[in-house]
């Protein structure tokens, strides 16, 4: 007798059946046009089969340099369902990250949208076997193709998707999630975040930051519908939450202070919200404690994580006394405090954060040293991700983070690595030392500074300067100024105490 199929289904399947059974509920809404759950089946399956004809499978790169709309969602879930790898690009970068981000992951493919076509001209001329399909084309591309969904023998160690944390320095970092991996994700983080199958969620961020993934992933595994806002705009995002009754959202926390700072945001409905994810940075107290009294006692919800896959969540059912915390481990995921020597310390006792679980990613790619320095082993020989950020665990579980290891930036909802910026002004024959460090900015949350050591008997000024790398830098990347000084503070080894420039120049 024939054998039950009991295996757990991948996301390419559990969206196939969505497309069955919730047919012509709404899956996607953008700019005022609606896809249901069945025309999304269709239109993704077409993509998927239209790649396979192009020996676009298993094992293949297909890069997504798209602004955000029901074409970019489209094709990240065709790329899936072809079984070949997404690689969608932060639009914020500068042309030279983003032809060095392609360049790593050995795209065999290329989806763009018409505003992004432009920079893509010199990348895909000089690698002329990549398949280049922007959104005006995206009906032609799979003409004849087939509505079905395709049979690729997909497995669950299958490459899904990687996202990338840097790029211009040469040594770009691809974050590589798979298949059974995100899939897991997507069930843990649905249930932290209280999605289900009416949800109704809004997108603000760029469809390419793990951010939107999170919120993305749990959407289409709940079955709910996607709202999908071209950019952020705080009086529009607060009108589309009225009028299309969102339940969901995730937002960082500077846009959080946007929606509370827009004049008559009192007027607005806001009774249909009822989870939204708030990441990237600290949820300050007291803007956490404005957004419980504006939106209720039980709907916001705080986490930590990175795209590598560690991820605490505050429940606001928590969060009374410990309005500074970002909670306790997802289910069947754990995390500890390691110190300087390696070993774990006790409660009350900060030292580097570090996780294991499930949904943690298998590696960087193409970076086996990256990989291996984000490792943690521990006495028994089981593998932990290092977060790079400082916390402690109080005495009932619950983390604080303390400060962050790296000095990654959250600059406006984006991710800005300062050693990229870095690579950029040392190129400048009067730079002989540089360090770039974050600084408060009412507008942007944090902004970029940048800490210059000049070449003895080169004159420029510091705005000058200024100008000379924001021409080169990409548009979330630009630095808010200059500074000179006479030598930047380093440790015996020699490491730059960017917690000391802090201290300086960080107000």
């Known amino acids: ?104 992951a050995g795209v065999a493919a290329v989806f763009s949208t018409t505003d992004q076509s432009a920079r893509l001209r010199p990348y ?32 669950g160690d299958d490459p899904l998707n990687v996202i990338y944390s840097s790029g ?39 469809l390419y930051s793990n951010i939107s993934w999170v919120a993305m992933l749990c959407t289409l595994l709940s079955g709910g519908t996607m709202v999908i806002a071209p950019k952020f705009d705080a009086r529009e995002a607060l009108a589309t939450i009225e009028a299309e009754k969102i339940s969901h959202f995730a937002m960082v926390p500077i846009q959080f202070q946007r929606l509370m700072e827009v004049p008559d945001q009192a007027d607005f409905d806001l009774s249909s919200i009822e989870a939204v994810m708030s990441c990237g940075s600290p949820l300050h107290a007291d803007l956490k404690t404005n957004l419980f009294a504006r939106l209720g006692p039980k709907v916001v919800i705080e986490l930590f994580g990175l795209t590598e896959g560690v991820i605490t969540t505050l429940d606001p059912e928590d969060a009374e006394g410990r309005m500074a915390s970002v909670g306790k481990p997802l289910v069947g995921t754990d995390i500890k405090i390691i110190g300087d020597d390696d070993k774990e310390v006790p409660r009350g006792t900060s030292g580097e954060v570090v996780g294991c679980g499930r949904i943690v990613m298998p590696g960087y790619l193409n970076r086996p040293d990256a990989t291996a320095e984000a490792t943690w082993v521990d006495e028994t020989g089981k593998a932990w991700l290092r977060t790079g950020d400082i916390g402690q665990l109080d005495d009932e579980g619950y983390l604080y983070i303390v400060d962050r290891k ?59 300067l200024a100008r000379w790398a924001n021409s080169l830098l990409g548009k979330q990347q630009r630095i808010s100024g200059v500074q000179f000084t006479d030598a930047l503070p380093r440790n015996a080894n020699g490491k730059i105490l960017k917690r000391e420039l802090r201290v300086t120049y960080g107000g």
């Open 1 to 104: 007798m024939a054998a039950f199929d009991t295996s757990a289904p991948l996301l390419p399947e559990i969206l196939s059946l969505h497309g069955k059974w919730k047919d012509k509920k709404p899956a996607l809404i953008c700019d005022g046009r609606t896809v249901t759950w069945r025309e999304l089946e269709a239109s993704t399956n077409r993509i998927a089969n239209a790649l396979i004809a192009r020996g676009i499978s298993r094992g293949k790169m297909v890069g997504v340099v798209m602004s955000n709309g029901i074409a970019m969602v489209e094709v990240l879930i065709g790329i899936m369902k072809a079984g070949a790898c997404s690689v969608p690009i932060n639009l914020s970068v500068s042309d030279e990250a983003l032809e060095a981000m392609l360049s790593d």
């Open 124 to 155: 895909l001329k000089a690698n002329s076997a990549v398949v280049a399909v922007s959104d005006n084309e995206l009906t032609a591309f799979p003409k004849d193709a087939s509505d079905d969904l395709p049979s690729v023998g997909i497995q």
């Open 406 to 464: 790296k000095d990654m930036i959250l600059s406006g909802g984006q991710n800005i690595y300062p050693q990229d910026i870095e690579a950029v002004l040392i190129k400048h024959e009067a730079v002989n030392d540089v360090a770039v460090i974050g600084v408060k900015s009412e507008r942007w949350g944090e902004t970029p500074l940048a800490i210059v050591v000049k070449q003895e008997g080169v004159t420029i000024g510091e705005d000058e």
């Open 168 to 206: 211009t320095t040469g040594m770009p970092k691809g974050i590589l999630h798979v298949h059974a991996g995100r899939r897991d994700w997507a069930y843990d983080l649905t249930i932290a975040l209280r999605y289900h199958g009416a949800a109704r969620t809004l997108f603000t961020i760029g």
